[in-house]
């Protein structure tokens, strides 16, 4: 089965945090910006989020996260993105 990470977009893990994709190197996700599953009032930026063939993410709409999102968020405004499949 394949999967798909689309840049810019974000999901949800497994543990309930939220990170948005930015790539995959070296097979391990890369994530621009999360938010920790035990600290949503902090958006943390560039981490890891597990190798790309672990299914341990779901892609979510932007509505799930908007509340979290600081109002002037460039992701609360509409822009292209990259597909990547794997």
Same mark, same amino acid.
């Given at each position: 089965?394949?999967?798909?990470?689309?840049?810019?977009?974000?999901?949800?893990?497994?543990?309930?945090?939220?990170?948005?994709?930015?790539?995959?190197?070296?097979? %391990?996700?890369?994530?621009?910006?999360?938010?920790?599953? !035990?600290?949503?009032? $902090?958006?943390? @930026?560039?981490?890891? =989020?597990?190798?790309?063939?672990?299914?341990?993410?779901?892609?979510?709409?932007?509505?799930? %996260?908007?509340?979290?999102?600081?109002?002037?968020?460039? !992701?609360?405004?509409? $822009?292209?993105? @990259?597909?990547?499949? =794997?």
């Amino acid at each position: 089965m394949e999967k798909q990470l689309v840049e810019g977009r974000w999901y949800k893990t497994t543990m309930g945090s939220y990170f948005k994709f930015r790539e995959i190197r070296d097979k %391990i996700i890369r994530a621009s910006e999360y938010f920790i599953y !035990d600290d949503y009032s $902090k958006l943390e @930026k560039d981490g890891n =989020f597990g190798y790309a063939s672990e299914n341990n993410y779901t892609s979510i709409n932007i509505s799930e %996260i908007t509340k979290l999102l600081p109002l002037n968020h460039p !992701d609360l405004k509409k $822009k292209s993105s @990259k597909l990547f499949i =794997f």
